[in-house]
């Protein structure tokens, strides 16, 4: 059988000379053993692809390079990484194996083809992409170039992704917009992150995208024009510096823009800025510092500074490495402009995050920004327990923070917690076991809350008591990924250890009955009563909720087995019924009207309240009423012609909220929400509708499209305001794996 060889001389050529500028644009120095090694690599991609082409009909090849061309240039890995690149898919896609390329180029390149191979099947498969994102992380303490590289692989399929059909294009972009884009935050990526977000939303709000992309392209010449204008007389004042200087402006990110104007409600003409004017510094590290800000009293004697706007990330960093001066200052016509002054190697790290952190690593003795993120990334992973949504929910809205909070022990030492981390986040940060026994916290001398929110220069002191530990609810006073996972592990230990009696009680209670495979039936048992779950089976029998009797009625023992019994004349599951039936009539009142009047709490629907009617005047729909947050019993509604209301609003004001029935039926109007995001194929459609059947609000029509793992919907609902279609905007926002709401006009 003749071989097919199906590329062409043409492209032959052109794949060569696309490696051979793949090669020219590496920045770091390599031997003639590395280049040997990397045309070894390339050789060996080129004959494994050679049968296949990429959706745009060019042969595959050039996706390795790409790869590994983005790698060289934009991340500025080295010669090891690059062979790695050029051979991310062959285990994957042809018939090269790991062994192979272990024999051929060693363990190091093998290792990380593996953890290219790893992640690119897992993708694959049906698992989930929190499932997915663990690997990703896993393979980040193996050797970080592993995800640097998957960083490339990705950032080059958006940037072909036209050539995708459209269901992958979505899938990809969501994916992307979810895990990629704030994983490239967090590795100090900036350049990666907001062309990934530029591009995802280029797929999933096109005609947004498209819409911000022409108004900056109309209006182009005219800020080229002004900031001309702005630049012009600053360029005397820094020649007279003498530190060698390069000032240019530089728009801001498509997808920034258009975040602006949707987060402020105005048109894309108010938004100032457009652009960000940047002054990038030629000067040795030891003279950064003071070169930043000579240049910044240069522009402030030109501009008139805001000065809430003053951010000094030199003396500070980001702990994702991110070093750079910004001010604002009122350039010609009253206009803000932003300006941001930094050396070129804080440019080089803004731009290339991690990999040039750490080429820059021997040479300061800066704290290392990236351990300590390490550190706590390897905590998460090696946490038995560690729910993997949960984990990456938590690990989003960590990384979603662009701002840090600095604070510091009372021996001086500072530590960078995310914007918003509390006084229990502080002590977890410290040490896990000062977290568990964490008694209480002072803050300048004064105890403060452990949910109090952490504020820069506090300097925080924790008293532990080894008889202290974690509650849950200590997991609303947390905002980082690590307390919280610390805290559901200490929870779930001690949930275990409450049921160790209990599982003691059972076992001699089984025996008596004379069953023989114990475990299988207890199985059976935790599989009637707790969804299967062994620790909360034990440990509602410790705490009482289930008795043991209870417990073994369902059930008979036939031949040393625990079976079912017949259906008792009731019912099955007498237990488990009751209750269900008798938490659910409790969480929505058993007094609770039903209906199209429904009770609005502080402008919030009640139902997503615990509420009860008060009984001294049991309100009915229609009364005026108010609400009361009783200290045990939760919200009571009570008529404002109640004989008690005017002491407790006299005397409890704090907690008295404004209640008010709403008719949904009056002035409803129908309002279509398109919605997209990944398909994890547990249940999206029960999940969205039970939401909005949640909201109580009415479906007109459900319409959903799923497709390779990702699903549009678009529904049409009954609103009442817009107050209603907010909330339920931002209820279906907040949903995993929903990656866009937006309304249908
Ligand atoms: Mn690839």
């Known amino acids: 059988m003749a071989e097919v060889l199906d590329i062409t001389t043409e492209e032959q050529a052109a794949i060569r000379s696309a490696y051979e500028d793949m090669i020219a644009s590496l920045r770091t120095p390599f031997s003639q053993e590395d280049r040997e090694q990397m045309d070894r690599a390339f050789k060996l991609a080129n004959y494994a692809h050679r049968h296949q082409r990429r959706k745009s009909e060019e042969p595959y090849i050039f996706h390795p390079i790409a790869v590994a061309r983005i790698c060289a240039e934009e991340i500025g890995l080295g010669p090891t990484a690059i062979c790695a690149a050029l051979l991310h898919d062959v285990v994957e896609d042809t018939p090269v194996t790991i062994e192979e390329l272990q024999d051929e180029f060693g363990e190091r390149i093998a290792q990380m083809v593996n953890g290219l191979t790893k992640l690119d099947s897992a993708y694959q498969s049906e698992s989930k ?3 997915n994102f663990k690997k990703v992380l896993s393979t980040l303490i193996v050797d970080v170039r592993i995800v640097l590289i998957k960083m490339a692989d990705r950032l080059h399929n958006m940037r072909t992704i036209k050539s995708m059909p459209e269901h992958k294009q979505l899938k990809i972009a969501a994916e992307t917009s979810y895990i990629y884009a704030p994983l490239a935050h967090r590795l100090g990526l900036y350049n990666f992150r907001s062309e990934f977000l530029d591009l995802c939303m280029k797929v999933l709000e096109r005609d947004e995208y498209n819409a911000v992309a022409r108004k900056l392209q109309e209006t182009k010449a005219a800020r080229e024009k002004y900031i001309e204008s702005f630049i012009a007389p600053l360029r005397s004042k820094l020649d007279e510096l003498g530190y060698p200087y390069r000032i240019f402006g530089r728009p801001k990110s498509i997808y920034s823009i258009a975040n602006k104007i949707k987060k402020k409600q105005v048109p894309f003409e108010q938004i100032y800025d457009l652009f960000a004017v940047r002054v990038i510094l030629d000067v040795p590290r030891e003279k950064e510092k003071l070169a930043a800000w000579a ?18 990330w030199i003396t500070i960093p980001k702990s994702n490495g991110y070093e750079s001066l910004h001010t604002t200052v009122v350039g010609p016509g009253a206009r803000f402009v932003e300006v941001q002054i930094r050396s070129e190697r804080m440019n080089e790290i803004a731009e290339r995050g991690f990999a040039a952190h750490w080429k820059y690593k021997g040479v300061t003795n800066q704290r290392d920004v990236y351990e300590q993120w390490f550190e706590s990334v390897r905590d998460i992973l090696e946490n038995p327990n560690s729910d993997t949504v949960q984990f990456l929910g938590d690990f989003r809205a960590n990384s979603f923070f662009n701002e840090e909070v600095y604070v510091y022990t009372p021996d001086g030492d500072m530590k960078a917690l995310p914007k918003g981390s509390t006084a229990l986040d502080f002590a977890f940060s410290v040490h896990s076991m000062v977290g568990y026994h964490c008694q209480s916290i002072l803050c300048d001398e004064r105890i403060v809350p452990m949910s109090y929110e952490l504020r820069n220069g506090d300097r925080l002191k924790v008293n532990t008591n080894p008889h202290q530990k974690p509650n849950p609810n200590w997991l609303d006073m947390v905002k980082t990924g690590k307390a919280k996972a610390k805290i559901r592990q200490a929870l779930k230990e001690e949930k275990r250890q409450q049921g160790e009696l209990a599982k003691e009680a059972l076992h001699r209670k089984l025996k008596k009955l004379h069953v023989e495979d114990e475990k299988a039936a207890v199985e059976t048992i935790a599989r009637h009563f707790t969804e299967g779950s062994h620790v909360d089976l034990f440990y509602e029998i410790g705490q009482e909720t289930l ?28 237990h488990v019924q009751e209750k269900d039936a008798d938490s659910r009539s409790r969480r929505s009142g058993a007094n609770r009207p039903k209906g199209t009047t429904r009770l609005l709490i502080n402008g919030e629907p009640g139902d997503q309240l615990e509420y009860t009617m008060a009984s001294c005047c049991n309100p009915v729909q229609g009364d005026q009423v108010f609400a009361y947050l009783t200290s045990n019993a939760g919200l009571k509604i009570h008529r404002v012609i109640c004989p008690n209301a005017e002491n407790l609003m006299a005397n409890y004001d704090y907690r008295i909220m404004k209640a ?28 969205i509708s039970h939401e909005i059947t949640h909201l109580d609000l009415d479906i007109r029509s459900f319409n959903i499209a799923a497709e ?14 817009t107050d209603q279609l907010r909330l339920a905007t931002r209820a279906l926002q907040n949903l995993d794996n929903v990656s866009t709401v937006s309304r249908v006009e």
């Open 547 to 574: 008795q043991i009797s209870q417990v073994l009625k369902p059930f008979t023992v036939e031949h040393g087995k625990l079976v079912l019994a017949a259906p008792p004349a009731s019912n099955g599951q007498p």
């Open 295 to 312: 240049t910044y009293s240069a522009i402030t004697d030109a501009y008139q500074a805001v000065p809430s706007r003053l951010k000094d």
């Open 708 to 721: 390779s793992g990702t699903f549009t919907a678009r529904i049409s609902l009954l609103v009442r305001n």
């Open 129 to 131: 992409q929190a499932e």
């Open 660 to 687: 008010e029935w709403v008719s949904t039926s009056e002035h409803s109007f129908v309002a279509e929400l398109k919605l997209t995001g990944l398909d994890s194929g547990k249940g999206v459609i029960e999940r």
